[in-house]
């Protein structure tokens, strides 16, 4: 019996392992704030500078509202859009392929897509550099097309850079809550869940033992 | 009035009569350990996944320009759609969790061996089904891994003689996996699932006509059988809640933990990830495909690797009851086969390179071998044990055993 439990116990320790590996290749040291105002810097730093080429098709400027932007911040936000239009950047496309290469990837669920999660849009928002010959490049992904946004590359010390980080801190705050927008409300509806289905095992577990006790 | 209706039924049809046969007067082991549990729970898995699904096709897109964006429909905008969608998606994996359980039951205690050959079959055909309607499910949203998932697998029939080339293209309905591919599996996703519901049925009567097994292996006198209800039906709904505690702490605190990254990008045919790898309940079988150099070799391991089960009640020779319980070598060996195939989940997620290619081979060759060796091993172990002498508890278990023989003679 014990074994048995025991050997399920490795297999799925085993599991679980191959899953951490695949998810965490790389984990960044990187605490990504996760409060509401975090969040709402992060909002204005991706629609000021991220959608100038980037798109987020998947959030209506409507749901801006849910991080507590008041009716003023949002018309300021979506300039002559509607509530109900996607955050759709104004550059076309082909624009941009024709500028940068690529069509900029939507960023709608970025920090679900990248191994390393929002910690690795962090990384890439601080990850530029120069080169000796003095082009750009960045740490997190070498060769990479996008400009440095931030102007990472050109600030120097803690001085300069200590704000550009908070602006890439919250800029990733921001895409892990559009990757997930219900994530608040599951965590608070799971806590109810898991209650109730305690409260409803523990009596299970007595009735059982009620109804076994008949036989002794 | 209840009992008047009741009446009016029983006339025409055997209510009554099937609750007593098959629920309250049904004889069950009172032995039984909580291992005994997982049937029910893969059961209630059935039912959840069916019901979720339907649900979630009622929003679903099959067309390849549509997909991506109606899981993305579903999980933001949908009410509660995100809650479907991640009970469907975790109770995928939860499925395959209860029945890895449910078989390694069956082989540590014996449960497949004489007369319960038929209900191990049925149960060998439900795991076939299971991981088809999985493997169509994967491609449904059509992310980078959906799509490379199933172009890598249905390329696989290729090493088919004589007409890969056409099986390939008769099953993907096109050159690649394409918008055709998708329909028909989304199509098939949705059929098989009833098709497992019957097959379940056909598992219940031939469990039904044999019984259930326990861990003393024999076939208990019926003072030690007890009804099914309400004694296993209160014990399989308070391991129902247990298994709902874990689920929902899953669904709700960490629904992508067995999602990959990746699979958050949609599918592009122009571009092949980097490391191309199944869901995690595939990879002990996805490693033995990449042990054998040759392709057609591979999928043959493959196919042989998941088929071999089937082959457990001729391969096990021993007549002793009680499973591992009472075997020293079939014991040793089970729990080999069980660290084999996690050395094989291993190995299939990681790409193949220098030590993990000769690790997967010698675990191919394990798994395998546990399984070959059964035959003569389990004779030696059975002559090994009589010549010594059996334990006291298995002397007694073996001498009613011979007695009920006799007396039915």
Redesign the interface.
Known sequence: ?K??KF??L??????A???S???AAEPADVEIPQSPAAVRRGAEVITNVCMACHSLK?IKYGALAQLGFNAKELDTMRGGKSLKEPLVSDMSPDMLKEGFGVVP?DL??MA????G?PAYIYEILTGFYHKPDGSVDNHAFPGIKMPDVLNFSDAEGPAQRGPLEKQARDAAAFLNWA?D??AAE??H??YY??AY??V??IL??F??RK??AR?D | MTNRVIAWIDQRFPLTSFVKHELTEYPTPRNLSYWWNFGFLAGFVLVLQIVSGIFLAMHYKPDIHLAFDSVQYIMREVNYGWLLRYLHAIGASAFFIVIYIHMARTLYYGSYRAPRELLWWSGQILLLLLMATAFMGYLLPWGQMSYWGAQVITSLFRATPWFGNDLVLWLRGDFTVSDATLNRFFALHYLVPFIIFGMVLIHLVALHAVRSSNPSGINLADKDNIPFHPYFTSKDFYGLGVFLIVLCGFVFFKPDFFLEAINNVPANPMQTPAHIVPEWYFLPFYAILRAIPDTLGGVVAMVMSIMIFAAMPYLDRSKLPGGARFRPLYRLAFYVFIIDVAVLSYVGAHPPSGVLVDVGRVATFVYFATFLLLPPVSILEERWLRARGLPPGLETLVVGEDDKVGAEK
């Open positions: 019996m074994r048995l050997a399920g490795c297999i799925f320790l085993g599991m392992m191959n899953q590996l695949a998810v998947y990837p709608s669920l679900h897509a990248r191994e999660g990757a927008p219900h599951r965590h509806l799971g869940v898991l289905l305690l409803l095992t299970l577990y009735s059982k109804v076994w036989l």
